[in-house]
C-alpha cells in the first residue's frame, strides 16, 4: 500500500481542506445538496461569471468576430482600438479579437473531449484496481509510470509520431487525467468500502457488484466533482503548454495557447499582441479554480 | 514579491540633466531589486552597455587585447564539423581554408598563396604556405591538404560539397608545400570546395567530431566546448599572419531565445550576432550603440517545394499559378522584417547569375494565377503543405496558405518537426508541397545544382527530372574554370529552366544581418557564413 | 523499516523497467532517426546511409535496447549522437542548470509560502488576508506561460530591470547569474508557493482551533509564543511532505519554465535531443527523470511510514 500517492492531490485544490468556517454556514436553511450550496458562494458566483462569460463569448464567435479567424492582411500588429480591430492585429495582419474568440472556442472543444474521456479512464482502471489485489498493484504501477513521465516531452513525442492537431492534444491531456481521476476513485472506493453500511449490506445477501453500484460509487465518486473542475483547468494549461512548444492544434487555426506563443517575440514592439489571450487564458483558469475551490470546500464538509 | 522586493525610493541618485521617466522606473525598479537580493552596488544585467559612443567613435586605431563575445542562437554541432550547418561561425577561427572569395567570387590566397590550372581543366597545382603550423606545434604540410580532400569524400561527414571533392581522383606532391589535384573531369566549383573546407589535423579528426579535440591552424585555439553553452577560445600566439589576431579571445555563447539574445547585444555583455530574428531588427535598430550590416551575399532562400508526382502538380501550368499567386512582397515584410529581397530565382545580389529579370520572372498576380488554373482544368485544388514546427517556418507557411486560398488552392499545414521533415526531404516522401529553405545560391551558381539536395539534377526531393536539365547542370560544373565566356549563357539557361519548370518556387533570398556593438571593428564572413576575426578588435 | 523499503522495492523496479522499454520503443516509433537530422537539409541519401551505419542504427532493436541497457549499467553512458558529447556530461551541465533553478524556485517556495501561510491565518487585518488570499488564488490558477509572460512583460519589457531570458554560469559571475535565475525562478514557484501557503494557512488555523491551545490562550500565554512554539510545529509535518512532492513539480514545471526562459537546463536538453532524434541523450535522460520520480515517491512514503507507524505494518 502507498498511502502517500493514493492521498495526493492531483493538483493543488483536492487537498484536504481545513475545519474552517464555511463560507454558507450563516444562512439560515441549508440546501439539502452540497453542490448546490457550494455553487452559491460569492467564491464560485465569480467563477462561474468568468467562466460563463468566456464560454459565452467563444459560443458566439461566429457572431462576434469581425473577421475570419484566418484572413490575413497588410495591416501587420496594429494597435489596440484600430478601428475594425479592437484587440489590435498580428503579424500576418490577422484580427486579433477574432482569433482569441475562435481560440476560446478551439480550446472548448479540446477540452469538453480530452476531460470526460480521461475521468473515464482513469474510473475505469480504478474500477479494475478495487477488483482485485493484482489488479491493484498494477494500476498503481501504471499511475505511477503516467505520472513519472515528464508530459511535455512526452507531449512532443506523441506529437512526432502521430502528426499535428487536435488529436494528440486531446490524447495528452486526457493520459495526463488519468491517474487522478483513478487515483480518486480507488481511494474513494477502499474508503467507503470498510464503512460499516457497506458491511451491513453485505451480511444483509446483497452481491459484490451490486454494493458497489448501489452503495459505494455514488459515495466514493463524490470528489471526482471537484476532479472535473479541476481537470479543466489543467486542460487548458496544457493546451498552452503544447502550443508554446509548438506542437499544438494545426496553424492556422487559433487557440488561446497558440495566438499567446505567437506574440512572444512582439512582447518589446507590441506588447498589446499578448493582451487579449492573456486576459482571456487567465479569467478562464481563475474562473475554474475559483469554482473547484468552493466545491471543495463544501465538500469536505 | 511584495515581500521581497519592497517598492523602496530609488536610492542611487539620478543622472543629472532630467531623467526620462522610463530611466527612473528602472533606476527605482533595479535599485529595490538589486537590495532585495543583497547585491547593491552590482553589474546590472540589464543595464547600459559600458562603452561611451564618443570615446567608441573616436578610438579608430586597431587595439590588441580584449575577449570577444558572440551570440549564437544554436551551439556548435561537432559532428556536423565538415558539412554546412546552421552553425558555421567556428570554422574560420579555429581552422584556415585553401583560398577566400572576394566580392565577385574572384579567390584570394589563404593556406594556398597560389595556384595553376593545367590547359585542359583536368589539373590545378597549389603552392602552399610554408611558415604554418598547427596549434599542437606541427607544421602544416600538402599531406593535410590530401587529407582534407580525401576526408570530406567520405560520405560520413556529410559534406554537401562531397560531389566536387570526389571529383579529385588523383593527388602529387611536390615537396612539402606544393600539390597536384588531378580530376576526373574539369569542375567549375572548385574554388567553392576551397572556400568550404576547412584544413584540420588528421590524427585528431575522430575527437574533432565528437568536440574532444578541435585542432587547426587559425587564430584561435580551442580552449572549451561546453555543450549547449557554447565555445571558449583563446588567441594562438604563433598564428601565421604576423600580429594577429587582435583579440585575446572569442566566446560563441549560445542565446537560442531571440529576446535574450537581444538583450545580450543591448547590455553589452556580448558585442556581435548573426542571428537576431528579421522582424526584431526594429528593436535593434533605435539603440545607437548597435549597428546593423546587410549583407547581399544572401543567407539562404525561402522556398516552396512541389512534389511533380502529385496530380495535377505534375502539370508545369499548376506550378507556374502557385509562382504566380504568392505575395512575396507582403512575406518579405511581414515574416522577416523586410531584410531579403522578394525573388522568384534562387540566386542573392552578389551571384555571377543574378539578374533582375529572373528575379522578378514572377510577382504577385492573383488574376494570371487563376487563370492559369482555370486554363489547365482546375477551379479548386486541396493539397497539403509541410513545414518545419517553428515559429518563423509556421509564420511564412501560413502566409503561403493564405494566397494560395486566393486563387482556389486550399492547403492544410503540416508541421513537421526538424528530423522528421529532412528524413522526407531526403527520402522523397514530401507531401504535394513544402516549404523550407535551401543555401548555396551565393557561391557558383553550378554549385546549387550539384550541392543543393532539392536542386539536384539526378535525384530531388520534387522528383523532377529532365535531360535539359541534366545535360545543361553538368555543362555548367564540368566547364574549365578558364572558359569564362560561355558561363554566363550557361547560367542563364539553368535559371530559365528552375523559373519555367517551378519545382523549386523561389520566395525570399534571405539577408543575412550582421548586428554588432559600435566599438567591434574589422568582422568580415566568407562565403559559407564563416566569422574571420583576424583583424576585428574592440576599442 | 527495512522491510517496508524491501517491500517496495520491486515495484518500484517494476516502474523503472517500463519505463525503460516504452521511452525506447515510443523514441523508435518517431519519424525521423539521429542520421537524418544529422545530415542536414542539403544532403544526399548516401550520407544519410553512411551516418545510419556509422551509429549503428542498422542493428537490430533488440540489441541496440540490450545495448543501451548495458551501458547503463557499466556506468558508461557513450557519446550523444547529434548534439556532440558525452552524455554523461549533457546531463550533467544540464543538471546543474536545472538544480539551481529548482533550488532558487524552492527558496521562493519556501519564503513566500510561509509567508503566505502565516500572515494568511494570524493578520489581524482583514485587508492583509485578503490580498493574501487573492494573491495565492491568482498564483494558483496562472499557468506558467501566463505568469511567465507577465513577468517578462513587467520585468524585462516596462520595467526593464531583468533579463527576459538566457543564463549565466552562477559561479562565473554570481551578481549577473542572481539577475538571470529571478524571473524564471520565481514563475516556477508561484503555484507551489501558493499552496504551501494554503496549506500551512489551513494548518496553522486547525492547531490554533485545538482544544489545549484553547486552554493554552484561556491562561493568558502569548499568541506568538503559542504560534511558534505549538501551532506552527503542529503545522509541520504534513507540509514536510507537501514540499517533497512540490519538489517533483518543480522538476516537472521546469520543462515548459526553461522553454519560455531559454534555460539550458534538462528539459531544454531533452527537448533539443527529442528534436534531433538524439537517442542516447533523450533515453538517458528520461529514465534519470523517472527514476528521479520513483526515488522521491519512495523517499516521501518512507517518511510517512517513519511518521505513522500504522503504515508500516499494513
Same mark, same amino acid.
Given at each position: 500500500m502507498t498511502p502517500t500517492p493514493d492521498l495526493?492531490? %492531483?493538483?493543488? =485544490?483536492?487537498l484536504p481542506d481545513s475545519?474552517?468556517?464555511?463560507?454558507?454556514?450563516?444562512?439560515?436553511v441549508r440546501p439539502r445538496h452540497p453542490y448546490r450550496a457550494a455553487l452559491s458562494t460569492a467564491r464560485a458566483r465569480t467563477g462561474l461569471v468568468l467562466v460563463g462569460v468566456v464560454v459565452l463569448a467563444g459560443l458566439l464567435a461566429p457572431v462576434l @468576430?469581425?473577421?475570419?479567424?484566418?484572413d490575413q492582411s497588410g495591416q501587420s500588429l496594429a494597435a489596440l482600438g484600430t478601428p475594425g480591430h479592437p484587440l489590435g492585429t498580428d503579424d500576418?495582419?490577422?484580427d486579433l479579437l477574432s482569433r482569441v474568440l475562435y481560440g476560446i472556442r478551439a480550446d472548448l472543444g479540446i477540452i469538453a473531449i480530452a476531460v470526460p474521456l480521461g475521468a473515464a479512464l482513469g474510473c475505469l482502471f480504478a474500477l479494475a484496481a478495487a477488483a482485485h489485489p493484482v489488479a491493484d498493484t498494477l494500476v498503481q504501477r501504471v499511475f505511477d509510470l503516467i505520472l513519472a513521465f515528464p508530459g511535455l516531452i512526452l507531449a512532443l513525442a506523441v506529437t512526432a509520431i502521430l502528426?499535428?492537431?487536435?488529436l494528440p492534444v486531446v490524447l495528452v491531456i486526457a493520459l495526463a487525467e488519468i491517474p487522478a481521476f483513478g487515483r480518486l476513485l480507488r481511494g474513494g472506493i477502499l474508503v467507503q468500502r470498510e464503512r460499516e453500511y457497506v458491511t451491513a449490506a453485505r451480511v444483509g445477501g446483497s452481491s459484490g457488484p451490486r454494493v458497489l453500484v448501489r452503495h459505494i460509487l455514488p459515495n466514493a465518486a463524490d470528489p471526482l466533482i471537484v476532479q472535473i473542475a479541476v481537470s479543466l483547468t489543467v486542460a487548458v494549461f496544457i493546451e498552452g503548454a503544447m502550443s508554446f512548444l509548438g506542437v499544438?492544434?494545426?496553424?492556422p487555426e487559433p487557440t488561446l495557447g497558440s495566438v499567446l506563443s505567437q506574440s512572444m517575440p512582439y512582447?518589446?514592439?507590441?506588447?498589446?499582441?499578448?493582451a487579449g489571450p492573456l486576459i482571456t487564458v487567465t479569467a478562464l483558469v481563475l474562473g475554474l479554480s475559483l469554482i473547484a475551490e468552493a466545491l471543495n470546500r463544501e465538500t469536505r464538509r | 514579491m511584495t515581500e521581497l522586493f519592497?517598492?523602496?525610493?530609488?536610492l542611487s541618485p539620478l543622472p543629472a540633466g532630467g531623467p526620462s521617466r522610463r530611466t527612473a522606473l528602472r533606476a527605482a525598479g533595479g535599485g529595490s531589486l538589486l537590495l532585495g537580493l543583497g547585491l547593491a552596488g552590482c553589474r546590472s544585467?540589464?543595464?547600459?552597455?559600458?562603452?561611451d559612443p564618443k570615446k567608441a567613435a573616436a578610438g579608430a586605431a586597431p587595439k590588441r587585447g580584449g575577449v570577444l563575445s558572440v551570440a549564437i542562437n544554436a551551439d556548435f554541432t561537432p559532428a556536423l564539423l565538415f558539412a554546412q550547418s546552421?552553425? $558555421?561561425?567556428?570554422q574560420r577561427l579555429i581552422y584556415n581554408t585553401l583560398t577566400r572569395y572576394d566580392g565577385d567570387l574572384t579567390p584570394k590566397p589563404e593556406l594556398a598563396t597560389s595556384w595553376t590550372y593545367a590547359k585542359d581543366g583536368r589539373s590545378i597545382t597549389l603552392n602552399l604556405r610554408d611558415d604554418v603550423t598547427f596549434h599542437d606545434g606541427r607544421a602544416f604540410t600538402a599531406d593535410d591538404v590530401i587529407f582534407a580532400v580525401k576526408n570530406l569524400q567520405?560520405?560520413?561527414? @556529410?559534406?554537401?560539397l562531397r560531389s566536387t571533392a570526389a571529383a579529385v581522383t588523383g593527388f602529387e606532391k611536390r615537396g612539402d608545400h606544393e600539390l597536384v589535384l588531378k580530376l576526373a573531369h574539369p569542375v567549375n566549383n572548385l574554388f567553392d570546395l576551397f572556400e568550404f573546407m576547412i584544413i584540420t589535423d588528421e590524427k585528431t579528426v575522430e575527437d574533432a567530431v565528437t568536440g574532444k579535440k578541435l585542432i587547426g591552424t587559425g587564430p584561435f585555439r580551442l580552449k572549451k566546448w561546453s555543450p549547449g553553452s557554447g565555445l571558449t577560445l583563446t588567441r594562438n600566439?604563433?598564428?601565421?599572419? #604576423?600580429?594577429?589576431?587582435?583579440?585575446d579571445g572569442v566566446e560563441l555563447r549560445v542565446i537560442p531565445q531571440a529576446d535574450a539574445l537581444i538583450s545580450s547585444l543591448r547590455s553589452g555583455q $556580448?558585442?556581435?550576432?548573426?542571428?537576431?530574428?528579421g522582424k526584431s531588427l526594429g528593436t535593434v535598430k533605435s539603440d545607437p550603440r548597435l549597428k546593423i550590416t546587410d549583407y547581399d551575399t544572401g543567407a539562404g532562400a525561402v522556398y516552396l517545394g512541389v512534389n511533380t508526382t502529385v496530380a495535377p502538380l505534375n502539370d508545369r501550368a499548376v506550378r507556374q499559378a502557385l509562382a504566380w499567386a504568392i505575395d512575396r512582397e507582403r512575406l518579405l515584410a511581414q515574416?522577416?522584417?523586410?531584410?531579403g529581397i522578394a525573388s522568384a %530565382?534562387?540566386?542573392?545580389?552578389?551571384?555571377?547569375?543574378?539578374?533582375e529579370a529572373h528575379r522578378t520572372h514572377?510577382?504577385?498576380n492573383p488574376g494570371k494565377a487563376r487563370e492559369l488554373l482555370r486554363s489547365a482544368g482546375h477551379r479548386k485544388l486541396e493539397l497539403p503543405l509541410l513545414h518545419i514546427a517553428l515559429p518563423g517556418d509556421t509564420a511564412i507557411a501560413e502566409s503561403i496558405q493564405y494566397d494560395l486560398k486566393q486563387i482556389g488552392v486550399h492547403v492544410t499545414l503540416e508541421p513537421t518537426d526538424g528530423a522528421a521533415a529532412q528524413k522526407k526531404l531526403i527520402a522523397q516522401q514530401m507531401p504535394a508541397l513544402w516549404s523550407m529553405g535551401h543555401g548555396f545560391?551565393?557561391?557558383? #551558381?553550378s554549385t546549387l545544382a550539384v550541392s543543393a539536395y532539392p536542386f539536384n539534377? @539526378?535525384?530531388n526531393t520534387s522528383e523532377y527530372r529532365s535531360a535539359a536539365y541534366t545535360k545543361v547542370v553538368r555543362e555548367a560544373w564540368t566547364k574549365? =574554370?578558364?572558359?569564362?565566356?560561355g558561363a554566363n549563357t550557361l547560367h542563364e539557361k539553368i535559371s530559365g529552366i528552375l523559373l519555367e519548370e517551378a519545382f523549386i518556387i523561389d520566395l525570399v533570398v534571405r539577408g543575412q544581418v550582421q548586428v554588432n556593438a559600435?566599438?567591434?571593428?574589422g568582422v568580415t564572413q566568407n562565403k559559407?557564413?564563416?566569422?574571420?576575426?583576424?583583424?576585428a578588435y574592440l576599442v | 523499516m527495512r522491510s517496508y523499503l524491501l517491500r517496495r522495492l520491486p515495484s518500484a523496479l517494476l516502474v523503472l523497467f517500463a519505463a525503460s522499454f516504452l521511452i525506447f520503443a515510443i523514441l523508435r516509433l518517431v519519424p525521423g532517426d539521429p542520421a537524418t537530422s544529422l545530415a542536414g537539409?542539403?544532403?544526399s541519401p548516401a550520407t544519410v546511409a553512411a551516418i545510419r551505419d556509422r551509429l549503428g542504427l542498422d542493428a537490430p532493436l533488440l540489441s541496440q535496447y540490450a545495448h543501451w541497457i548495458g551501458s547503463l549499467l557499466t556506468g558508461d553512458?557513450?557519446?550523444?549522437? @547529434?548534439?556532440?558529447?558525452?552524455v554523461s556530461d549533457l546531463i550533467g551541465d544540464g543538471l546543474g542548470a536545472t538544480t539551481e533553478l529548482t533550488l532558487a524556485a524552492l527558496l521562493f517556495v519556501i519564503l513566500l509560502g510561509t509567508a503566505f501561510g502565516i500572515l494568511g491565518a494570524t493578520s489581524r487585518s482583514r485587508w492583509i488576508r485578503s490580498a493574501i488570499r487573492v494573491t495565492t488564488t491568482a498564483a494558483l490558477a496562472a499557468p506558467p506561460f501566463v505568469s511567465g509572460v507577465l513577468l517578462v512583460v513587467l520585468?524585462?519589457?516596462?520595467?526593464?530591470?531583468?533579463?527576459?531570458g538566457g543564463r549565466v554560469a552562477f559561479f562565473d559571475a554570481p551578481d549577473l547569474a542572481a539577475q538571470y535565475l529571478l524571473l524564471p525562478a520565481l514563475c516556477l514557484a508561484l503555484p507551489s508557493a501558493a499552496v504551501l501557503g494554503r496549506y500551512l494557512k489551513d494548518g496553522i488555523e486547525r492547531a490554533l482551533a485545538e482544544d489545549c491551545i484553547r486552554t493554552a490562550t484561556a491562561a493568558g500565554i502569548a499568541p506568538r509564543r503559542l504560534l511558534w512554539r505549538h501551532a506552527l510545529p503542529g503545522a509541520l509535518p504534513p507540509v514536510v511532505t507537501l514540499l517533497g512532492m512540490q519538489t517533483g513539480h518543480l522538476l516537472g514545471g521546469a520543462v515548459l519554465v526553461e522553454a519560455i526562459f531559454a534555460w539550458p537546463g534538462l528539459g531544454q536538453l531533452a527537448e533539443q535531443g527529442l528534436q534531433r532524434r538524439d537517442y542516447p541523450v533523450v533515453q538517458d535522460l528520461l529514465l534519470l527523470l523517472v527514476a528521479a520520480f520513483v526515488v522521491v515517491q519512495l523517499l516521501t512514503d518512507l517518511v510517512h511510514a517513519w511518521l505513522d507507524p500504522r503504515i508500516r505494518w499494513e
Open positions: 495526493a492531490p %492531483a493538483s493543488p =485544490e483536492a475545519l474552517r468556517k464555511p463560507v454558507g454556514a450563516r444562512k439560515a @468576430a469581425g473577421h475570419g479567424p484566418t500576418l495582419g490577422r502528426g499535428p492537431g487536435r499544438g492544434v494545426r496553424p512582447l518589446d514592439q507590441a506588447p498589446h499582441f499578448a | 519592497p517598492a523602496s525610493p530609488p544585467a540589464v543595464s547600459e552597455a559600458s562603452s546552421g552553425q $558555421s561561425l567556428q567520405n560520405p560520413v561527414r @556529410a559534406a554537401q600566439d604563433r598564428y601565421w599572419q #604576423p600580429d594577429r589576431p587582435y583579440l $556580448s558585442q556581435l550576432s548573426f542571428h537576431v530574428p515574416t522577416l522584417g523586410g531584410y %530565382a534562387p540566386w542573392p545580389k552578389s551571384s555571377p547569375a543574378f539578374s514572377y510577382t504577385h545560391a551565393q557561391v557558383q #551558381p539534377e @539526378a535525384k574549365p =574554370e578558364s572558359g569564362v565566356a559600435d566599438r567591434l571593428h559559407f557564413s564563416y566569422l574571420n576575426l583576424d583583424d | 537539409p542539403d544532403a553512458l557513450g557519446p550523444s549522437y @547529434a548534439i556532440g558529447g558525452d520585468f524585462a519589457v516596462v520595467l526593464g530591470v531583468l533579463p527576459p
